[in-house]
Structure formats: structure tokens, C-alpha cells
């Protein structure tokens, strides 16, 4: 069965330190997405992305993310000089298309900034 | 934007039992209500899901019910099985938009 992949599994960094997390949504999927978890809060939506621009994204997504899908395969969210409640589990999900279809979401990053 | 609240926050049940999970939310033109299942350090699972043109809809020992008006829709578990334990998550999608807005999660724990 066709998979979310998300890489790497768990990221350390520095706070102020920039990171890219990496995903590969399912082939035929048009529609991608970032979600993130702090421990033990709700799963969160931070954006989505569609025929190669941001189609919706929360008030969470402020200036200091980004997303880009530099290839045909991989969809990457860069979060720049990282605070400490970036800490979080961030998962990538993809629909074949948007709306009232099934999201298929990757087994996350969990992101640790110290 | 929508709102979405889950009860109870933790299940504990008698392997056998029945669950219920309920969710409300507050957006009227909310059209699409999957549950996701996640078990300890894997990723989120659709499991069932409803949409706004339905009342209710089953899937082996998995339902869901959908109460369009008092705008709230539950999880029925049947027969639970220690494989069921889990956090289960509710979630809601505005017609129009493919955002999905969570619940907190249920975590149930079924006990052989």
C-alpha cells in the first residue's frame, strides 16, 4: 500500500537554527499538507498546498515557515530561526484530491529545538 | 474558523465492551467527519468517515452517527478487542476547504 514518507524520524536543533523537514507525499496525490502535535495538545493544521502554491494555511503559519516542492516528489516545510515552541511532532499528509477525501499522513518528525 | 471538541479524553474499557467517542463542532457548513486511529508511535489512520449528505454509516464493528443540527457525531466501537487501544481523533472539514480541524484524541484502552 502507497505510503506518506517523512524524513528524518526525530530532528535536534539549536534554537535560531533553521530546519527542513522533508516528505514524499503518495504519487498520484494533488493535494499536500503540514500538520503539527505539541505533546499532548490536539493535531494542528498549519498548511496546505495545491497545483504548486499555499491554498489554505492557519495563523500559525507566519513568516517564519515555509513549504516548497523543489521536485516531483518531495515536499518539504523549512521552518527558519526556530524558538523552543517549535518543539513539536510535524506530519505531512496528502489527498488524491482536497475537500471530503481521506488525508493520509506520514508518521511524523518529531522536531526538538533546545 | 471551525472548533472542534472531543469527549471523553481517556476510555477505559472491559474487552467486549462498547466505546462511544463524541465530537462536536461549530461550523455549520462542516461537510466531512473522518476518525483517525493512532496507535503508540505510528501515524494517524483513517478509519471511518462520514460525510454531511448521511446520518450514519458502518464498518464492521466500527460506526458513526452524525447529528447535522445539534451539530455533533460520535464513534461506536463494538465488541472491543485489546487491539483497539489507541488514540482516537476526531476530526472536521469545512465544504470548500480540505483543511481537517482535530479534536484533542480519546485515548482508549480496552483490558483483556
Known amino acids: 500500500e502507497p505510503e506518506v514518507t517523512q524524513t528524518p524520524s526525530h530532528q535536534v536543533t539549536q534554537m535560531g537554527q533553521e530546519v527542513i523537514l522533508r516528505c514524499v507525499p503518495i504519487?498520484?496525490?494533488?493535494?499536500f499538507y503540514w500538520y503539527r502535535q505539541i505533546l499532548g495538545q490536539k493535531v494542528e493544521f498549519l498548511v496546505s498546498?495545491?497545483?504548486?502554491?499555499?491554498?489554505?494555511k492557519s495563523e500559525i503559519f507566519d513568516d517564519q515557515f515555509s513549504v516548497e516542492r523543489p521536485d516531483g516528489s518531495n515536499f518539504t516545510l523549512k521552518i527558519r530561526s526556530t524558538k523552543l515552541e517549535d518543539s513539536a511532532m510535524y506530519f505531512c499528509?496528502?489527498?488524491?484530491?482536497?475537500?471530503?477525501?481521506?488525508?493520509?499522513f506520514g508518521q511524523g518528525t518529531r522536531l526538538t529545538v533546545v | 474558523g471551525e472548533n472542534v471538541e472531543q469527549h471523553p479524553s481517556t476510555l477505559s474499557v472491559q474487552e467486549g465492551d462498547s466505546a462511544v467517542i463524541k465530537c462536536t463542532y461549530s461550523?455549520?457548513?462542516?461537510?466531512?467527519f473522518p476518525w483517525y486511529k493512532q496507535e503508540l508511535g505510528k501515524r494517524p489512520q483513517l478509519i471511518i468517515d462520514?460525510?454531511?449528505?448521511?446520518g450514519e454509516k458502518k464498518d464492521q464493528r466500527i460506526a458513526v452517527t452524525l447529528n447535522k443540527t445539534a451539530k455533533h457525531f460520535s464513534l461506536h466501537i463494538t465488541e472491543t478487542q485489546p487491539e483497539d487501544s489507541a488514540v482516537y481523533f476526531c476530526?472536521?472539514?469545512?465544504?470548500?476547504?480540505?483543511?481537517?480541524?482535530f479534536g484533542k484524541g480519546t485515548m482508549l484502552l480496552v483490558s483483556p
Open positions: 499528509a496528502s489527498s488524491e484530491r482536497g475537500g471530503d477525501t481521506e488525508a493520509f
Open positions: 504519487s498520484n496525490h494533488l493535494y
Open positions: 498546498f495545491y497545483n504548486n502554491e499555499i491554498s489554505e
Open positions: 461550523d455549520s457548513a462542516s461537510n466531512y
Open positions: 462520514i460525510r454531511s449528505n448521511v
Open positions: 476530526a472536521a472539514s469545512i465544504r470548500g476547504y480540505s483543511t481537517l480541524t
